[in-house]
């Protein structure tokens, strides 16, 4: 398996869907500004979903889906807090399998846990992700998890930006990715419906060369 893969029977479904509630954000003119400082053209909040039954359901079946293809001796499924949280607890009910979910910190009181759940060292466990943009905080987890002793197979997410700096980070750290969905058919898929025409297309695909100092 390569670094990074997009799973092309879903990519275009999930990139409509997304965009069908508003969960993706696209505008070019009044650009979103990230919590990093950058100005963007989309913006994505895929906790939205969970709203939707409908949408919700086709994501968990995705997302345990494709663990059965490329994570096929999973033994637990963990949740990266906080928007991975409840996608984790939805596909560990799918695949009937342990759950447990990585805090981006120790709790500050109690037993000051940074992993919920049982840890068992050398179980197999596939991290499940809601966004990937720069893997940082992704990659974190999973780091967490090794640390504890655990055994981690790869991470699947619903979608990604397919930024550069992602891929050198996840290849870096010899974590496997699988994403639903990506910048690249989310595009297309606006296109097709209208949300933007071929002209503002190729503005906003710049975006994605040079996130930092794009305007």
């Avoid at 607890?89 to 009937?96: G, I, K, P």
């Avoid at 999973?142 to 550069?164: K, R, S």
């Avoid at 290849?171 to 097709?192: M, R, T, W």
């Avoid at 025409?197 to 794009?214: H, T």
Wanted: aromatic share 10%; net charge neutral; glycine share 8%.
């Amino acid at each position: 398996m390569s670094t990074i893969t997009i799973q092309e029977k879903t990519a275009g479904a999930v990139a409509s869907k997304l965009l069908e509630i508003e969960a993706i954000k696209l505008n070019y003119k009044t650009p979103f500004t990230w919590s990093s400082g950058w100005k963007s053209p989309i913006y994505c909040d895929n906790r939205l979903a969970l709203s939707y039954p409908a949408i919700r359901t086709f994501i968990r079946q995705s997302l345990s889906q494709a663990i059965r293809e490329n994570f096929a001796g999973a033994a637990c499924i963990a949740g990266v807090a906080t928007a991975g949280v409840p996608q984790g607890a939805l596909v560990a009910e799918e695949l009937e399998l342990p759950y447990i979910y990585v805090r981006p910190k120790p709790k500050d009181h109690g037993m000051g846990n940074l992993i919920e759940g049982k840890i068992t060292r050398g179980q197999k466990v596939v991290l499940i992700e809601d966004l990937i943009s720069t893997g940082g905080s992704s990659l974190k987890a999973a780091q967490a998890l090794q640390e504890a002793g655990f055994h981690v197979l790869g991470m699947v997410a619903i979608f990604t930006y397919g930024f550069d700096t992602a891929t050198t980070n996840f290849k870096e750290a010899g974590i496997p990715l699988v994403c639903l969905s990506d910048f690249s058919h989310l595009l297309q898929e606006a296109v097709n419906k209208n949300y933007l025409k071929e002209d503002e297309l190729i503005y906003v695909k710049s975006w994605r060369l040079d996130p930092a100092n794009w305007k």
